[in-house]
């Protein structure tokens, strides 16, 4: 790499660290792109040269997240996908982003506080939701081809997923503690929740459509 390439990378890092402080400090909606800039010891203009607005730097936080995420789920591009009515494998694809919610939970708040300043009717939560949940789609989607019975739509199941987690880690962002909640314990207790629904119904028990 470069110099100017390795320059211009440690600007990147340091704009993306600097609103992660400000974001936790001032929260998003209140976080100005110079506040960032200043923040990161840059000047105004040289955000621009990285991102084309805070939303677009948002985003790149969480495409972070998902690399990150990539990463620690080895074997997504085997085929087959993942099965998630194993334990194990469920598990797994809920502690990821549990933990990383967890350890970074200004990014998650950056992004609540970016859908709802969106408003409802724009569509942007559902979108990003689903775009979030894509692995999980595409795992169940192979569930589905093989014949599983699932308690809905692949999509719909996987944003339902999705939401669960993410809306409970925003819950018990400040509260864990103080609820007596350990990690372990709400990963366990959500795997096994959810393994219920993928499991499928019993034989003769009636349930909901493929």
Same mark, same amino acid.
């Not at 939560?125 to 795992?139: N, P, S, Y």
């Not at 409970?168 to 990963?187: I, K, N, P």
């Given at each position: 790499m470069?110099?100017r ?58 495409a972070?997240w ?14 087959? *996908? ?13 502690a990821v ?7 970074? *939970? ?105």
């Amino acid at each position: 790499m470069g110099v100017r390439k390795a320059k211009a990378a440690e600007t990147r890092a340091a704009l993306k660290e600097a609103a992660r402080r400000r974001f936790a400090e001032h929260g998003y909606l209140n976080t100005k792109i110079t506040d960032i800039t200043a923040a990161a010891g840059r000047a105004t203009g040289s955000f621009y040269d990285h991102f084309s607005s805070k939303e677009d730097l948002l985003r790149a936080l969480l495409a972070d997240w998902h690399e990150q995420a990539h990463g620690e789920l080895s074997g997504e591009d085997d085929n087959p *996908p993942h099965d998630l009515t194993d334990r194990d494998q469920l598990r797994a694809h809920l502690a990821v982003p549990w933990r990383m919610m967890r350890a970074d *939970p200004a990014v998650m708040v950056a992004l609540f506080e970016s859908q709802a300043a969106a408003g409802p009717t724009t569509g942007e939560a559902w979108r990003r939701l689903t775009g979030d949940t894509r692995v999980l789609r595409d795992h169940l989607d192979h569930l589905r081809e093989r014949g599983h019975r699932l308690p809905g739509d692949p999509e719909l199941v996987a944003a339902a997923i999705g939401g669960l987690l993410s809306m409970l880690a925003y819950a018990l962002m400040s509260g864990a503690e103080e609820t007596g909640r350990s990690d372990d314990e709400v990963v366990d207790t959500l795997t096994d929740l959810l393994l219920h629904g993928l499991a499928g119904p019993r034989t003769g028990a009636s349930g909901a459509g493929s």
